[in-house]
C-alpha cells in the first residue's frame, strides 16, 4: 500500500496519550449507554432509574478502562512498527492490532493467545479496509484543485461583472434624477 491513503496523525510519543484518552472516553461513553439499559432492564420496579445510575457507575468506568489499556498497547506496537519500519501505513495498523490481541490473551495460553492475535489483526484489517474505501470513494465525489481554482476565479469574475453592473445602475440612477421633471411642471 502507499502512503497516499492519508495517515495523518500525532507523532508517536504523544500518540500513545492521545489514544488511551481516546479509547478510555468512548470506552466509558459506550459503557454507561450499554450499563444504563442493562441495569434499568435488571432493576426491580420501583427502583429502576436508581438501579440503571448505580450500574452506570459501577460498570462503565472499567469498560473504559480496559478500552485505555487496548488503545494504550495498540498505539504503542504501531508507534515500535513505525520505527522499526520507517513508514507510516495500514500494515502498521493490522500488524499492532494482531500483536495487542496476543499480548492481552497471554495469560491463557499459546493457543488463546494466537487465536487472539488473528482476531485482533482481522479486526483491524476490516478497519483499515474500509477506511481506504471510503477515502477513495469519497476522493472522487469533490472537484480536483485545479476545477476548484477554476471555479473560484469564475465566482470571483462573476461577482466583478455583477459590481460593475450594479455601479453602471446606479450611475445612470443619479444622471437621470436631476433630469426628471412632472409633466404638470411644463
Known sequence: MSDTVGHTREPCPDRILDDVGGAFAMGLGGGSIWHFFKGLRNSPRGARFAGAIDNVKISAPALGSSFAVWGGLFSTFDCCLVALRGKEDPWNSI????????????????????????????????????????????????????????????????????????????????????????????
Not at 499459546?110 to 477513495?136: D, H, M, N, S, W
Open 95 to 186: 500488524a499492532s492490532g494482531a500483536i495487542t490481541g496476543g499480548v492481552l490473551a497471554m495469560r491463557a495460553g499459546p493457543r488463546a493467545a494466537a487465536k487472539q492475535a488473528v482476531i485482533g489483526g482481522v479486526f483491524l484489517a476490516v478497519i483499515e479496509g474500509c477506511g481506504i474505501a471510503l477515502t477513495r470513494m469519497t476522493a472522487d465525489m469533490g472537484p480536483n484543485p485545479e476545477e476548484l481554482q477554476q471555479m473560484q476565479q469564475e465566482m470571483a469574475e462573476l461577482q466583478r461583472k455583477q459590481q460593475r453592473e450594479r455601479d453602471m445602475a446606479a450611475a445612470a440612477a443619479a444622471d437621470t434624477q436631476g433630469d426628471f421633471t412632472y409633466s404638470w411642471q411644463k
